[in-house]
T-cell receptor
């Protein structure tokens, strides 16, 4: 069965610090898709990035970067030089092929203080 | 923004009463999902649909039923609401391409008293 684990419940940092959010997944599929979403205090869910299982290239978008490692079943998310606006709950998600059930982790709450 | 609307946005109901939440989309997407969000549990999948009249259970389906009689609407029903079903409910949609993201509704805050 597919499963996503985000072991970090809450992380507190001071502005300008770098922070990494961990995501570990389980799946029997050889083809699958991983996602990160952000939920700011206003409550909506905002898509950040997706990654295919056959594409292990890491990605950088501004202050955000993602490290996908199939060998450790991890898809970690790093924010460089964090800002107060980064304060949110971040969710990692996994979708298998077939019926495309989309499963989320429990989320990591990031608090960035000035 | 993806055309997805949840109704109602807020509801207070009494224990034992039936409740139906509606998710409506204008994107003609094949897949629709219902999640509940609770502190410490993240987003948990209740039910999902992979086509009209095609639905399956998620991890927390007990006490919930769903129906999808047309592409644009996915209904979540609590047959007899309990206090443990007090939660924020999110609907999501996605198209057939598995590597595309899901789009979420604004959520429905349900309180069972």
């Amino acid at each position: 069965a597919q499963k996503v684990t985000q072991a970090q419940t809450e992380i507190s940092v001071v502005e300008k610090e770098d922070v990494t959010l961990d995501c570990v997944y389980e799946t029997r599929d050889t083809t699958y898709y991983l996602f990160w979403y952000k939920q700011p205090p206003s409550g909506e869910l905002v898509f950040l990035i997706r990654r295919n299982s056959f594409d292990e290239q890491n990605e950088i978008s501004g202050r955000y970067s993602w490290n996908f490692q199939k060998s450790t079943s991890s898809f970690n998310f790093t924010i460089t030089a964090s800002q107060v606006v980064d304060s949110a709950v971040y969710f990692c998600a996994l979708r298998e092929t077939g019926f495309q059930k989309l499963v989320f982790g429990t989320g990591t709450r990031l608090l960035v203080s000035p | 923004d993806a055309g997805i609307t949840q109704s109602p946005r807020h509801k207070v109901t009494e224990t034992g009463t039936p409740v139906t939440l509606r998710c409506h989309q204008t994107e003609n997407h094949r897949y629709m999902y219902w999640y509940r969000q609770d502190p410490g549990h993240g987003l948990r999948l209740i039910h999902y649909s992979y086509g009209v009249k095609d639905t399956d259970k998620g991890e927390v389906s007990d006490g919930y039923s769903v129906s999808r009689s047309k592409t644009e609407d996915f209904l979540l029903t609590l047959e007899s609401a309990t206090s443990s079903q007090t939660s924020v409910y999110f609907c999501a949609i996605s198209d057939e391409t598995p590597n595309t993201e899901a789009f979420f509704g604004q959520g429905t805050r349900l309180t069972v008293v």
